[in-house]
């Protein structure tokens, strides 16, 4: 379960990433972002890297070696 989490995690910051990049892009491309849907992917980015560290502490360290 432990790994399953992390591996959601990473996947969350991945599309957390590229709502930023997307963001990025339109701001600096010729016809502008609206408004609008730029607050609502960073929003979204936002709420996935919560998700993300929420998902991560919830792996927790793993069984000890020792």
Not at 14 to 34: P, W
Request: contains cysteine; hydrophobic residues 70%; positive net charge.
């Amino acid at each position: 379960m432990t790994v399953l989490a992390r591996i959601v995690a990473i996947i969350c910051v991945l599309i957390a990433a590229f709502l930023i990049y997307a963001v990025v892009a339109a701001v600096a491309s010729d016809e502008g972002a609206r408004a609008g849907v730029a607050v609502l992917y960073v929003a979204i980015a936002a709420a996935l890297g919560f998700a993300a560290s929420r998902l991560w502490r919830m792996g927790g360290a793993g069984p000890s070696a020792t």
